[in-house]
C-alpha cells in the first residue's frame, strides 16, 4: 500500500495555490522590468523606508500594540473570571462570548459605525444630556475601538484555555505556605497563564497589523495603515513592485513576531506549532 | 461579598460591550425611519426592500455557492490528503504538516494579493472560478487539521483485522476507516463553511466585477455609509449564525456523547 501518495494532489495544489504565489510576491518586491529587460533592483524597498511610508509602518504598529494593550488589560480579567465559574455556567458564558465572533467582522465594525456616526445612537445620548462631542466617527481612537472589539475573543480565549488547565492543587499549596491572594497570582497563576497571554498577544497582533477594512470604515477614506497602503497600491496606483514590498515587509515583521511567540511557547510548554 | 458583585459587574459591562452594538444594529433594522437614533416605529420594510435588492441577492446566491462547492471539493482533497499525510514517513510528513499551517498563519490580505497576482499572470480572469479556488484553498488546511486528530486516534489493528478478513482495501476504508474518522471530516466541512461565508478579504482580492459576496457587498455599501438594507441583512446573518452554532453545538454535543457510550 502506498498511501503516503494520497497526499500528492494536495502537495500539488500547495505548489500552485501558495508557493507560487508567495514566490512571485517576492520576485515583484526585487525585480523590475522596462525597456531593457528585467533586471534586479532593491528601488522598492528603499521606498518603504521613505519618510511617509515609515510613518505608516510606526502608525499601524502603534494602533496595533494600543489596541493588544487594551485587549490584554480588558481580557485577563475575564478570562479569570470565566475560568472561575462552576462548570455549567462557564460553558453558557463561552458559548455567549464566542457567538459575536461568529458574525462576520465586517458586520462588527459595521456596527459600531452606527454607533459612533454624526447622527447615532451615541452621540444623541450624550447630546441628550447637553454633551456635543466634536466627531466620533473617522478618527483613530474609532479605529482602535473598532479593533478591540473584534479581537478581544481571540485574547480572553487562549488565556481562558490555559487558565482553566492550572491544577488547583498548585493554588491551594501556595496558600497554604501563606502567600496572599496577590502573591498567588503574581507568583503563580500569572507565569502559568503566559503561554496563553503570548498566544493571545499574537492572535490580536497580527490582525491588528494587517487589516485594512477596520481602518477604512472606521477611520475614513483619509486614514491609513500598511494593509490600506498595500490595497491602494494593487487596486489603485498599480504599482505591483512596491505593494509586493511592502507585503514582503509585512509577511517578515509577522514571521520575525511569531518566532519569538513560538519560542517562548516552546520553552514553556515543550513544541508548539513548529 | 463585594469581590462577587465587581465580578458580575465587570462581565456584565463586558458583555454589554461584546452586544451592544448588535443588538443595536438588530433594533434599528426595524425602525421605521432612516434614522439610527430615534425609534419612529416598527416596520419591515427594510426586510422587504432587501429581499427586492438584486445586488443583496447575487452576491447572496454567489456567498452560498461558492461556500457549498469550495468547501466540498475541499473536503474531498482534503480528506484524502490527510490520509496521505498521515501514512508519510517523518520528515516529508512534518514538511506537509508545516505548509498546510502557512495559509493559516498568513496574513489575509498577502494571502489574497498574491493569488490575485497569480489569477493575472495566467490570464484566468478574474470571478466566480477565481474566487472558487482561492477559497477551496484556504479552506484544504481546516479540513486537513480537523481530519488529522481523527486518523491518530484511529486503531490500525481493525483495519488489518478487515483486510485479514477477505476485505478488499477500498471496502474495508469504507467499512473501518471512514466512519471512524467521519465526525472530523463533517467538522472540517462546517468549519471550511464557516470560512468560506465569512471571508472578505481573501474574495475582495481574487473576485472581478459581478461576482460578490455579500461581504464585498455589505464592504462596498457601508463605503458609502449606513443604511438600513444593510442592517437588515446584518440581523438575517446573526439570526443564521446562530442557527449555525446550535446545530453544531448539538452536533458536537452527541458526538461526545457517542464517544462517552463506547468507552
Same mark, same amino acid.
Given at each position: 500500500m502506498k498511501k503516503h501518495l494520497l497526499a500528492y494532489p494536495y502537495g500539488l495544489w500547495i505548489v500552485i495555490f501558495t508557493i507560487i504565489p508567495l514566490a512571485l510576491i517576492v520576485f515583484y518586491s526585487v525585480f523590475t522590468t522596462d525597456a531593457a529587460g528585467i533586471h534586479f533592483t532593491l528601488e522598492h524597498f528603499k521606498r518603504v523606508f521613505e519618510p511617509i511610508y515609515l510613518s505608516v509602518? +510606526?502608525?499601524?504598529?502603534?494602533?496595533?500594540?494600543?489596541?493588544t494593550i487594551v485587549c490584554l488589560l480588558l481580557g485577563y480579567p475575564m478570562a479569570m473570571i470565566l475560568a472561575g465559574k462552576n462548570l455549567s455556567k462557564k460553558s453558557i458564558l463561552v458559548v455567549l462570548f464566542v457567538i459575536p465572533m461568529w458574525m462576520n467582522f465586517l458586520a462588527r465594525t459595521y456596527a459600531w459605525m452606527t454607533l459612533l456616526e454624526k447622527n447615532g445612537?451615541?452621540?444623541?445620548?450624550? %447630546?441628550?444630556?447637553?454633551?456635543?462631542v466634536p466627531s +466620533? +466617527? @473617522?478618527?483613530?481612537?474609532a479605529v482602535i475601538l473598532g479593533m478591540v472589539y473584534n479581537f478581544l475573543p481571540f485574547m480572553v480565549l487562549p488565556i481562558y484555555s490555559v487558565l482553566v488547565?492550572?491544577?488547583?492543587?498548585?493554588?491551594?499549596?501556595?496558600?497554604? +505556605?501563606?502567600?496572599?491572594?496577590?502573591?498567588?497570582?503574581r507568583r503563580v497563576i500569572f507565569p502559568l497563564s503566559l503561554p496563553g497571554v503570548s498566544s493571545g498577544v499574537i492572535m490580536v497582533f497580527m490582525p491588528a497589523l494587517t487589516t485594512f477594512v477596520i481602518s477604512r470604515l472606521l477611520g475614513g477614506a483619509h486614514f491609513t495603515l500598511i494593509g490600506n497602503l498595500i490595497e491602494q497600491q494593487f487596486l489603485t496606483t498599480r504599482d505591483w513592485g512596491f505593494g509586493a514590498a511592502l507585503s514582503v515587509v509585512l509577511m517578515l515583521m509577522?514571521?520575525?513576531?511569531? %518566532?519569538?511567540?513560538?519560542? @517562548?511557547?516552546?520553552?514553556?510548554?515543550?513544541?508548539g506549532l513548529w | 461579598m463585594v469581590k462577587t458583585a465587581i465580578k458580575r459587574i465587570y462581565t456584565f459591562l463586558i458583555f454589554l460591550f461584546l452586544y451592544a452594538p448588535i443588538i443595536v444594529l438588530i433594533i434599528f433594522s426595524f425602525n421605521s425611519s432612516k434614522s439610527r437614533a430615534h425609534w419612529t416605529g416598527f416596520t419591515l420594510k427594510w426586510y422587504a426592500e432587501m429581499f427586492r435588492d438584486q445586488q443583496i441577492m447575487t452576491s447572496l446566491y454567489y456567498t452560498i455557492i461558492i461556500a457549498l462547492t469550495a468547501s466540498l471539493i475541499a473536503t474531498v482533497i482534503g480528506t484524502v490528503a490527510a490520509i496521505g499525510i498521515h501514512n508519510m514517513k517523518k520528515l516529508p510528513k512534518a514538511i506537509m504538516t508545516n505548509l498546510t499551517y502557512l495559509p493559516v498563519l498568513n496574513p489575509d490580505i498577502v494571502t489574497g494579493i498574491s493569488l490575485m497576482i497569480l489569477f493575472i499572470l495566467v490570464k484566468l480572469p478574474r470571478g466566480f472560478f477565481s474566487m472558487l479556488l482561492a477559497h477551496i484553498t484556504f479552506n484544504l488546511p481546516y479540513v486537513i487539521l480537523s481530519v488529522m486528530p481523527k486518523l491518530k486516534q484511529l486503531d490500525n489493528q481493525v483495519y488489518d483485522a478487515a483486510l485479514d478478513l477477505g476485505a478488499t482495501p477500498g471496502y474495508a476504508f469504507m467499512k473501518v476507516i471512514l466512519p471512524q474518522i467521519s465526525p472530523g471530516i463533517f467538522t472540517g466541512f462546517?468549519?471550511?463553511?464557516?470560512?468560506?461565508i465569512d471571508d472578505f478579504v481573501i474574495s475582495f482580492f481574487t473576485t472581478g466585477p459581478g461576482?460578490?459576496?455579500?461581504?464585498?457587498?455589505i464592504y462596498s455599501m457601508a463605503r458609502k455609509g449606513v443604511s438600513p438594507k444593510i442592517n437588515a441583512l446584518l440581523s438575517l446573518m446573526f439570526a443564521g449564525v446562530i442557527l449555525m452554532l446550535l446545530v453544531i453545538n448539538n452536533r458536537m454535543s452527541r458526538d461526545n456523547g457517542r464517544k462517552e457510550n463506547v468507552v
Open positions: 509602518f +510606526l502608525r499601524s504598529m502603534k494602533i496595533a500594540a494600543i489596541s445612537l451615541i452621540a444623541a445620548a450624550l %447630546g441628550f444630556f447637553g454633551i456635543s +466620533l +466617527l @473617522y478618527t483613530e481612537n488547565k492550572i491544577d488547583k492543587a498548585v493554588l491551594e499549596a501556595a496558600e497554604d +505556605l501563606g502567600a496572599p491572594p496577590m502573591t498567588v497570582f509577522i514571521m520575525f513576531s511569531m %518566532g519569538i511567540a513560538m519560542r @517562548y511557547e516552546k520553552e514553556n510548554e515543550g513544541g | 462546517l468549519l471550511a463553511m464557516t470560512m468560506s461576482v460578490s459576496n455579500l461581504a464585498i457587498t
